[in-house]
């Protein structure tokens, strides 16, 4: 399966933006990236995911390389609400068991006013 | 968003008991739903994949017996945690996959359980 490598946490300040790496060197060339969020005692909340094309919508852009092996979270404008663990996850393809996503350590943003 | 809830949203139950968790998916049909166990500063690992109609499959290390999982429709999935312990006290969480075009999963809110 393929693997997600991210900083164990991160520090920005509020109204600043923040670039979340990820690396997934052995991505395979069918697997979409996926990023979730949890934020203390909640589930983990979708934000955005990609195959080969950066991707934005209402909460982040997402910026994938070229080579696809990493892959940027990108939050325009930090706020207080940011603070959570980012998960970057490689989205399992072509397994009967249906496609679960596999949870790494994730990075603790920390967001400062 | 596609909305999946959980219920309860805790509970604390005595050892032995047994304790049945509902996860639903509000506004779509989720033919594959997941469930999730995440002990306290650690991240969420699988336990098993649950799908309407069949019998779900465990991750390894997961004792089906002890987790017993029921995809009855296309809108629910149960976790039932039979003959609880105080090792089984953690943080369960749903997820419900939604197909199309643009298919990801949703992740309900999560149970705590507290087994004393």
């Known amino acids: 399966d393929a693997k997600t490598t991210q900083p164990n946490s991160m520090e920005s300040n509020e109204e600043e933006p923040v670039h979340l790496p990820c690396n997934h060197s052995t991505i395979s060339g069918t697997d979409y990236i996926h990023w979730y969020r949890q934020l203390p005692s909640q589930g983990p909340e979708y934000v955005i995911h990609g195959l080969t094309s950066n991707v934005n919508n209402r909460m982040a852009s997402l910026a994938i390389a070229e080579d696809r092996k990493s892959s940027t979270l990108i939050l325009h404008r930090a706020t207080l609400r940011d603070a959570a663990v980012y998960y970057c996850?490689?989205?399992?393809?072509?397994?009967?068991?249906?496609?679960?996503?596999?949870f790494g350590g994730g990075t603790r943003l920390m967001v400062k006013p | 968003g596609a909305v999946v809830s959980q219920h309860p949203s805790w509970v604390i139950c005595k050892s032995g008991t047994s304790v049945k968790i509902e996860c639903r998916s509000l506004?779509?049909?989720?033919?594959?739903m997941f469930w999730y166990r995440q002990f306290p500063k650690q991240s969420l690992m699988l336990m098993a994949t649950?799908?309407?109609?069949?019998?779900?499959?465990?991750e390894q290390g997961v004792e089906k017996d002890k987790f017993l999982i029921n995809h009855a429709s296309l809108t629910l999935s149960t976790l039932t945690v039979t003959s609880a312990h105080p090792e089984d006290s953690s943080f369960y969480i749903c997820?419900?996959?939604?197909?199309?075009?643009?298919?990801?999963?949703?992740f309900g809110p999560g149970t705590r359980l507290l087994v004393l």
């Open positions: 996850i490689l989205r399992q393809r072509g397994r009967n068991a249906g496609n679960m996503l596999t």
């Open positions: 997820s419900a996959r939604r197909g199309g075009v643009q298919e990801t999963q949703y």
């Open positions: 649950s799908n309407e109609g069949s019998k779900a499959t465990y």
């Open positions: 506004d779509f049909q989720a033919t594959t």
